[in-house]
């Protein structure tokens, strides 16, 4: 398998825990847009829809679609995401998580509030990715940002709703910092983007991204989250994962095989879509 990024961009994201992929997907603008355009029309009851106070454009957000989204299917199974994975997780297999899509209509004044990924989830483990695909221009002051070196703290902040409300009450979890107020004590990097450029980030990189002040141009983004060597499905007794994968049946620990989680590459062999999906 040809390799598709150089040693720096690699080194890049093993040290910051994020990275930026220039032009990676710009062949797959077109496919998620229309896959995008065919969720929104058409959304999973627990889609949620934020609104800021001054009543602007819709903060849409809504996963684990791949399945009946045929652009999705497509672009999970057939563009480069699972070389690409390979090549910053390190990892011999790289398997599906699910995708996010996260769409900020023009005026839409609703911030993404500083978070980890990780802490939302079911499942643990070293190597993780998620590709943050934009399919407008994205400027820097309205970008996705990072703080550099974050994933390497060692430590779970308390996962809310993108609207302050915690997931869980009890999670026995600490409040992420107050970033915005205390900007210079931080790393923060983010870059101005193109559609079809990608964000590459590890999940445990703490991250966050303004409201869509423009007054006319959307932000839509794809957010494709890949899990590699040595990732485990778990579960904490109480607790309220998002997503919530109610029809799993694994137990604590489990390697994670189950439909909802297809391989997508395993030894450098690209897998096909399961024929129950296709
Ligand atoms: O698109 C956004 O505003 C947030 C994206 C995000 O948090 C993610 O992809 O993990």
Known sequence: MAQRLDQDTIDHFYRDGVTVLRGVFRNWVDTLRAGIAANMADPNPNARIYRGDDGGGRFFVDYCSWHRIAEYKQFIFE?????????????????????????????????????????YYCIDGPKTLSLWIPLDAVPRERTLEFVAGSHAWDKRFRPQRFNGEPLNAHDGLEDIPDIDNHRDDYPIVGWDLEPGDAVAFDYRTVHGAPPNHSASAERRAFSLRLVGDGVRFARHEGIVTSPPFPNLTLQHGDELVADEFPMLLENSRKIAAPEAVT
Request: proline letters at 10%; a negative charge.
């Open 79 to 119: 563009s480069p995401a699972a070389e690409i994975g390979a090549e910053l997780m390190q990892s011999e297999r790289v398997q599906l998580f699910h995708e996010h899509i996260l769409v900020k209509e023009a005026q839409a004044g609703v911030p993404t509030p500083w978070h980890q990924d990780m802490p």
